[in-house]
Every structure is written in structure tokens, then in C-alpha cells.
């Protein structure tokens, strides 16, 4: 079977739903690139490690006052197709409460506000309705730019055989988003691009809706512009913690460059993990000139062919029984080595803050974080500890849920607090608090309560 019978399949299916052909294009560029066995590795030799960058934490106050003169003319983009299925969501993850009873949502909408800067959500099929269901509640968010643009949907593909999925128990989840990578398309094939270009719109902001450390900071806003830079990411210091995700570098023909971790070939793994050569993470907070991307997507015909991710997963995530197939995605950051004169700047970690687990929800939860006038999420000022790691029993507390109903009265406070791990089944009163290094261990299979007002404490 040549390749054209062996896609055809797809292309029917994606033509039923009426995708545009330019999805389909992109699609079969990368399920050409699966069946190919391609892997999208970047050797070390290939790279050079990233040395200095500008740090957002030394640049002038000029570039503030600078950034501030273009904010009527910039826009907040916030990926926001994510379920958090993970953490056992079958909703908008950031429909989740996360802080003095409002959601992520919430906090990114007074954010705009505050700013005025408008705020546009990139929705997947699977979170349009009840997102913008919520901002309903903001009139002061209505201006004349649609409220969100829609992530297309690729079908999944049969691990077995390479073909597309049928799922009669629930044809939904024959589908799945390609990655936040597709913004870059689903702008053009919105028609939200032109737009904001035609409004004198031409600077985006764009950030995951989890990542409550990302606000609009002005300061950055001024040195992108000023410094005219088509595309500029923000990168924060890899740690120990780091080491296995990805980094930047820079090719060999001078381009930056993201190597992920599915990039590495065996033999330079060492070589990837060590974060004293390789020091710097990609935080996905991302600028774009927009009248700069428009040029390229009309140069690639759209396609920009960024790096492939292949993700292997079950049909239905939450029944590890069915199907295995094959996701196939693309990472918004890879972008970085398509633009000519693309970027990056050093920010502090407080700006790459996302809940991922419940773990991350219970440290922002806390009063290790507070939320400040203007709606930003910070580190508690008061907090004299210089880290914190929290580590909940998965069989627990790895479900939303599950950790709702172990934590009735609130979170402890951890303002005082270096390791906090629980290992076994434990509810806890209001009030609790801990201190230091301390880790509780319930090895019964009966629940245990941590009463109302202790104080764990430990080294």
C-alpha cells in the first residue's frame, strides 16, 4: 500500500469534519513523518550550549516605561485546551479553584482587566464551552476581538496498524488536540491574525492558562519591541529537578534551538542532563511580533514544520485496557528556530509556576503564595525558606477529588516549610501547619486524621 492509499483513510475522516484542507495538510505531513520512523533527533554535536543571555532582572527601567506604550497594541493569548486529565479532571483544568475561591480563569481575567490588555483564549473541542461560560461573568472583558479561537482536531492513530481509530463506545475520543504547537496555524485559519493585525495589534503574548506566574510584564513587552525581535521566549535556570526536560541551545548554523527529551540520542544523555552546560529551560512564555508570523506562514504555506512529538497513550486515557495509539503533536516553543532573529531572555523561576499535580496545587493553595493587588501569583514575601517540595501519595491524593476530600478545611500552611511529604491515607483538620522537613507515614489501611491546629514539624 502506497502512502496516498494509506492516508486516505484520515482524509476522509477529517473531511466528514469539515477541517480545513490546510489541517489536513499539516496532519499528513507529520503522519508521513511517523511512518517514516523519523525521530527528530538532535545530536550534541549538532549544538552548542547557550552561554549569556539578557536577565529580565537587570534590565534598565526604561523598558518598562517603554513596554507601557505599547500595550494598546499587544494582545494575551492563553492556551487553554488542557482537561487535566491527569489529576482526574474531565473539565477546563483551569476552570480549577486555585486560590481565595477563584479559579485560573478568574485570576487570568482580572489580570486583563488590571492591564486592559484584551485576552484571547486558544480553547480545544473539549474546553470551549465551560471556559467561556465563565467569562461571561466579566462584562468589563467585551471588546470588538473574538473571545477565543478553536485548536483543530487530529484523529488518533491505531498503534498496531498505523490507522485511524474507531471508538463506538464514545467517538469523542477518536480525536485529540495537535499540541500547542498548532496555535501558530489555528491563528491564520481563524482569521484571528489578520484581525488583530488589521486593529494595530501586533504584539501577542502567549502562555499556558495553568502557569499563574506568567502575567504581562511590561518590562519585557519594551524590550521586545524596542530591540524589534520577531519572536523572544522566556527561559529560567535549569536545576537538578530539570534535568530531564528539555533545554536551549544553539545550532550549529546559529539558530536557538529547544531539544526535548524524545530529541536526545542515547549516547548524549550525560551530555543533555548536565545542567551546568546546558542551563536553561524553555518556560513556554512566549512573544510574537504578529505582522512577522503572518510573513513566515505565508512563505511556509502555513506549515512550519516544527519538531514532531509522538505521545503514546490509550484511546481512552482513563481505561488503561483499550487501544494504545499514537498522538502526534508539536511543541509552541520549537518555533523558536524558525524565526530569523529569535530570542531568549532569562526571567526568575517565579515567572514558570504551573500546576501540573496536586502536589504543585497544595504549594499554591497555601500561604507559601500570595496573590498580590493586581492579580499576579507570587511567593509569600514573609517566607524566609529557600525551597519547598511537596510529595502526596499518588494512591491518595493524585486525583482532584481525592485530595478535596483528604484537605475539607483548607490547606496547612507551609509558609515555614522545606519538604512536606505524606505517604498513606490522612485527612487534616483546619489550621494545621508545617515546619521544616517532615514526612507523616500511615502504612494501616484505615484513614488517619490530622487534627484541627497541629503543628508538624521536623528538621
Keep these: 500500500m502506497n502512502f496516498k492509499e494509506k492516508f486516505a483513510p484520515f482524509r476522509e475522516k477529517m473531511e466528514k469534519e469539515n477541517l480545513p484542507d490546510v489541517v489536513i495538510k499539516s496532519f499528513e505531513f507529520y503522519y508521513s513523518q511517523l511512518l517514516n520512523g523519523e525521530t527528530g533527533i538532535i545530536r550534541e554535536s549538532e549544538i552548542q550550549p547557550v552561554e549569556d543571555l539578557p536577565d529580565l532582572e537587570k534590565l534598565d527601567s526604561e523598558f518598562e516605561s517603554y513596554g507601557n506604550k505599547f500595550l494598546r497594541n499587544t494582545v494575551v493569548i492563553k492556551l487553554n485546551g488542557g ?14 479553584e486555585i486560590k481565595n475561591g477563584l479559579t485560573f480563569l478568574d485570576i487570568i481575567a482580572k489580570q486583563s482587566i488590571n492591564t486592559n490588555v484584551p485576552l484571547i483564549l486558544m480553547n480545544s473541542f473539549n474546553t470551549r464551552n465551560d471556559s467561556l461560560e465563565l467569562l461571561e461573568k466579566y462584562p468589563e472583558l467585551q471588546n470588538d476581538l473574538p473571545r477565543d479561537f478553536q485548536q483543530h482536531k487530529i484523529p488518533k492513530i491505531l498503534k498496531d496498524d498505523f490507522t485511524p481509530v474507531s471508538w463506538e463506545e464514545n467517538p ?24 488583530l493585525i488589521g486593529k494595530n495589534i501586533h504584539y501577542a503574548f502567549i502562555s499556558n492558562s495553568d502557569n499563574l506566574g506568567a502575567y504581562l510584564d511590561t518590562k519585557i513587552l ?38 526535548e527529551t524524545a530529541q536526545c540520542a542515547e549516547n548524549d544523555i550525560t551530555e543533555f542532563q548536565n545542567v551546568e552546560k546546558h542551563k536553561y529551560f524553555n518556560t513556554n512564555n512566549i512573544w510574537i511580533n504578529l505582522e512577522r508570523l503572518k510573513e513566515i506562514m505565508e512563505e511556509k504555506q502555513s506549515i512550519l514544520g516544527l519538531p514532531m512529538i509522538r505521545n503514546e497513550k490509550n484511546v481512552d486515557p482513563r481505561n488503561p485496557s483499550s487501544p494504545k495509539v499514537y498522538q502526534l503533536e ?43 493587588e493586581d492579580f499576579r501569583l507570587i511567593p509569600n514575601p514573609q517566607r524566609k525558606r529557600s525551597k519547598l517540595l511537596v510529595s502526596l501519595d499518588d494512591k491518595f491524593y493524585k486525583k482532584v477529588d481525592d485530595f478535596e476530600n483528604r484537605f475539607p478545611n483548607g490547606v496547612p500552611s507551609l509558609i515555614d516549610c522545606e519538604y512536606f511529604e505524606v505517604k498513606g491515607d490522612f485527612k487534616f483538620g483546619k489550621n494545621v501547619t508545617v515546619k521544616g522537613e517532615v514526612s507523616i507515614v500511615n502504612e494501616e489501611e484505615t484513614q488517619k486524621t490530622v487534627p484541627d491546629g497541629e503543628v508538624l514539624s521536623g528538621k
Excluded at 172 to 192: D, K, M, N, R
Excluded at 334 to 359: D, L, M, Y
Design 83 to 96: 482537561l487535566g486529565t491527569s489529576m482526574g479532571l474531565n473539565k477546563a483544568k483551569s476552570l480549577l
Design 172 to 195: 469523542h475520543l477518536e480525536w485529540c488536540p495537535p499540541g500547542h504547537g498548532e496555535v501558530y496555524l489555528a491563528l491564520v485559519t481563524s482569521g484571528i491574525l489578520e484581525e
Design 222 to 259: 519594551g524590550y521586545f519591541v524596542k530591540n524589534n525581535l520577531p519572536f523572544l521566549m522566556e527561559v529560567a535556570d535549569r536545576t537538578e529537578a530539570d534535568k530531564k526536560g528539555g533545554h536551549l541551545a544553539i545550532l550549529n548554523n546559529g539558530r536557538m534551538v529547544l531539544r
Design 330 to 372: 508539536t511543541a509552541m516553543g520549537s518555533a523558536i528556530s524558525v524565526f530569523e532573529g529569535a530570542g531568549a531572555i532569562r526571567v526568575p523561576r517565579t515567572r514558570f509556576a504551573p500546576v501540573k499535580t496536586t502536589n504543585d496545587l497544595l504549594v499554591i493553595r497555601s500561604d507559601a503564595y500570595v496573590m498580590t
